[in-house]
C-alpha cells in the first residue's frame, strides 16, 4: 500500500493564479482531511470530508475548495491565490472504526 | 484560553536523557489522546494512542492522561539522536470518525 499520495511536492504559484492540490489514498478510508502547516502555528482543518459527495468546512476554509467524487480523492483547489496561503498542506485519511489519521507526506506551497 | 496547549521549544537533551512532553487542554469532553511524531519535511505519524486516563507504555514511550488536570504527557526514555523531531499532541471528543484537535507541536532535539 502507497498510503497517502500527494501531488506535487513542491509548487511556487503567482499571486491570482488557481491550481490543485492532489490527495489520494488506497486504504479504503471513508474519511479524507486536509490541513495546513505554519511555522509554529500546529495543524489547522481546511476542509473534511467523511465520504465520497459529502464535505465539510474546517477551521480555516476561505479561499479553498474541495470536492470527493471517489473514496480514493479528495483534491483541494485553490482560487485567486494570495500570499497568506503559502504553507505545507497535508492530506489525511481515517478509517471509519477510529481516530487514527494517517499523513501524507504534504505539499509545499508558496504564493508569490 | 486556546483548546489545546503546548511550548513550542525547542527541547535540547543529551542523548540517553529522560524527556517530558507536555499538553494542556480546556474542553472537558476529549477523550481520546493521542502523540504524533513529525519529522523535518515528512507528514506527522502516530505514535501514541490513549483513551481516557491512565498510562499506556510502547518501548521506550509512555503516554499519561490526567483528565481531571486535563493533562497529557510523553515520556521518551533513553533518548536517541533519532528521537529529534516535532512532537504534536492531538486529542477527540470521540472514536470513529471525529476531526482532531492538534497542539503546535514541541521541538525536540537530541544531541550524541
Same mark, same amino acid.
Given at each position: ?5 500527494? =501531488? *506535487? ?14 490527495? =489520494? ?16 502555528? $500546529? ?6 470530508? !467523511?465520504? #465520497? $459527495?459529502? %464535505?465539510?468546512?474546517?477551521?480555516? *476554509?476561505?479561499?479553498?475548495? !474541495?470536492?470527493?467524487? =471517489? ?9 485567486? #491565490? #494570495? ?21 501524507? *507526506? $504534504? %505539499?509545499?506551497? %508558496?504564493?508569490? | ?28 469532553? @476529549? ?43 510523553? @515520556? ?25 484537535? @492538534? ?10
Amino acid at each position: 500500500n502507497a498510503g497517502v499520495t500527494q =501531488t *506535487p511536492k513542491f509548487h511556487i504559484l503567482k499571486i491570482g493564479q488557481s491550481m490543485t492540490l492532489q490527495c =489520494t489514498q488506497d486504504m479504503n478510508h471513508n474519511y479524507m482531511y486536509w490541513y495546513r502547516q505554519d511555522p509554529g502555528m $500546529g495543524l489547522k482543518l481546511i476542509y473534511y470530508s !467523511v465520504g #465520497a $459527495g459529502i %464535505t465539510d468546512k474546517g477551521e480555516v *476554509p476561505n479561499g479553498y475548495n !474541495v470536492s470527493r467524487s =471517489t473514496t480514493e480523492d479528495f483534491p483541494l483547489r485553490l482560487e485567486l #491565490a #494570495a500570499p497568506s496561503q503559502t504553507s505545507v498542506y497535508f492530506c489525511a485519511s481515517s478509517s471509519l472504526f477510529d481516530n487514527e489519521q494517517f499523513f501524507g *507526506p $504534504g %505539499t509545499r506551497l %508558496t504564493v508569490l | 484560553q486556546k483548546e489545546v496547549e503546548q511550548d513550542p521549544g525547542p527541547l535540547s537533551v543529551p542523548e540517553g536523557a529522560i524527556v517530558s512532553l507536555n499538553c494542556t487542554y480546556s474542553n472537558s469532553a @476529549f477523550q481520546y489522546f493521542m502523540w504524533y511524531r513529525q519529522y523535518s519535511r515528512k507528514g506527522p505519524e502516530l505514535l501514541m494512542y490513549t483513551y481516557s486516563s491512565g498510562n499506556k507504555e510502547d518501548g521506550r514511550f509512555t503516554a499519561q492522561v490526567d483528565k481531571s488536570s486535563k493533562y497529557i504527557s510523553l @515520556f521518551i526514555r533513553d533518548s536517541q539522536p533519532s528521537d529529534s523531531a516535532t512532537y504534536l499532541c492531538a486529542m477527540s471528543a470521540r472514536s470513529g470518525y471525529s476531526t482532531l484537535t @492538534f497542539g503546535k507541536g514541541t521541538m525536540l532535539l537530541v544531541s550524541p
